[in-house]
């Protein structure tokens, strides 16, 4: 037996049997879109009930990244099919979520958002017309430890970074759903989501287009605030981490016409990837009123008052 094989079954059995007849135990063997759905049979048909497991989640990125190893190139086809199937998973809500319920876990996540992470996210968009400041990402910390915002992270072994969405905000149930799990990406999907939760918040209706591009700049921020070094990948994020170098020089402002163009630069490069571009959101949830926007008002005052004080203020 192949160690691959060994190591496989430690995980998941079943995987490891079908990948053996199907590769007679090669771990040299590079996977095909025909060998993905014959692997991974059981696991299709059973997702469709049940959540992909941690173990199961390991094992499809052990034995995919045995493939890479022996011709990346070639596998090409068979990671396209694995994504496939991991973004039918994601849509179903099988990608193993977990709500964050402790304060041990819940803390970390508004401490972030309150660190420098975002202090330098200040800006009005040209789009929702929202302005954003360090305070918002501290009033969705505080919503998050208050349990008003449901955390949930996906624990598939590193699968469901392979998911299209990075993560996702349902503003209807008010849910944060995180599925990178490498701690750099992490952090800055919390904080493109956390755009979401300040405009599901502020009950401003806008655009799907405008929303994705106020979440993709503040992001950008913070990125380039932690990680400068980041590599640009994808146009959405090259135009949206030159709009964010404006807002951290301090030029994103109304009046300045390359901030202007560098904003419809990002909601064009949305447009391209996103399927929702052109369709307006309400935030207003049925029979909510204006609860949440009330509720986020008080919040933010509190936090100002505070920070206020702290600085020997009134």
Do not use: C
């Amino acid at each position: 037996m192949s160690k691959l094989f060994d190591d496989l079954a430690a995980l998941d059995k079943n995987i490891a049997d079908r990948w053996k007849r199907r590769t007679r135990d090669n771990d040299k063997h590079v996977l095909s879109v025909k060998d993905i759905d014959y692997i991974l049979d059981d696991v299709i048909k059973s997702a469709r009930t049940t959540s992909i497991t941690e173990k199961q989640g390991s094992a499809i990125v052990m034995l995919f990244n045995a493939s890479i190893a022996a011709d990346a190139e070639k596998s090409a086809a068979a990671r396209d099919r694995i994504i496939y199937y991991v973004n039918s998973w994601e849509t179903a809500f099988r990608l193993n979520l977990k709500a964050f319920v402790m304060d041990d876990e819940l803390r970390p996540i508004a401490d972030f958002l309150r660190n420098g992470a975002v202090s330098r996210i200040a800006f009005k968009s040209p789009g929702t017309k929202i302005s954003y400041a360090p305070f918002d990402y501290i009033a969705v910390g505080k919503l998050i430890l208050n349990r008003n915002v449901t955390v949930l992270r996906s624990m598939t072994g590193g699968l469901s970074v392979l998911a299209e969405d990075r993560g996702k905000y349902f503003h209807e149930e008010n849910v944060l759903i995180i599925n990178n799990v490498e701690p750099r990406a992490a952090r800055i999907t919390l904080v493109h989501e956390g755009t979401h939760v300040i405009q599901d918040w502020q009950d401003v209706s806008s655009f799907a287009h405008y929303d994705e591009a106020d979440a993709f700049i503040a992001a950008a921020v913070a990125e380039l605030t932690l990680y400068p070094d980041a590599l640009e990948t994808g146009d959405v994020k090259k135009k949206a981490r030159a709009a964010a170098q404006m807002v951290i020089d301090k030029t994103a402002i109304d009046t300045n016409k390359d901030w202007q163009r560098a904003y419809k630069n990002v909601v064009t490069a949305v447009g391209l990837v996103y399927k929702e571009y052109g369709l307006r959101i309400d935030k207003v949830k049925k029979g909510e009123g204006a609860s949440e926007r009330t509720k986020y008002k008080a919040l933010l005052q509190k936090i100002i008052t505070a920070d206020n004080i702290a600085k020997g203020g009134a």
